[in-house]
């Protein structure tokens, strides 16, 4: 996924000891995005990672959308299966009223509506 790189919002750090590494594919069934926990559709591109770890391998499967929330927000780092909880605790925390707008215009547009309705439950 090509995306500016302007904006470095960390939201936090992954304070795991280990190896990741990740590529993107296309993909050959469905699968679930451990995120948001919609539909990596047939043919869809997402993002597949893989953590080696003390005593383990992790892998996971990011849709686009998810992967935006991590590139904008998590760049030094995120939990598997925690990034919208994390990102919400998060913006509701530090950023209700100060996000900086290019982290929001940045996002894959499934993702910016996302994020935008969470702003606005904090804001309600």
Known sequence: ??????????????????????????AAKEHVCPECKGIIKKGD???????????????????????????????????????????AGYLDSSWSEDLPSECVVNLHPDAKDAVCDILQRYQD
């Open 45 to 87: 591109k997402y993002l597949f990672s893989t953590l080696f770890y003390e005593g383990g391998i992790q892998n996971s499967k990011m849709c686009a959308s998810c992967e935006s929330i991590v590139y904008q927000f998590f760049q030094d780092g995120y939990y598997i299966g925690q990034v919208w909880d994390d990102l």
């Open 1 to 26: 996924m090509e995306q500016d790189m302007n904006c470095s919002c960390s939201a936090m750090y992954m304070d795991v000891e280990g190896y990741f590494t990740s590529r993107h594919r296309k």
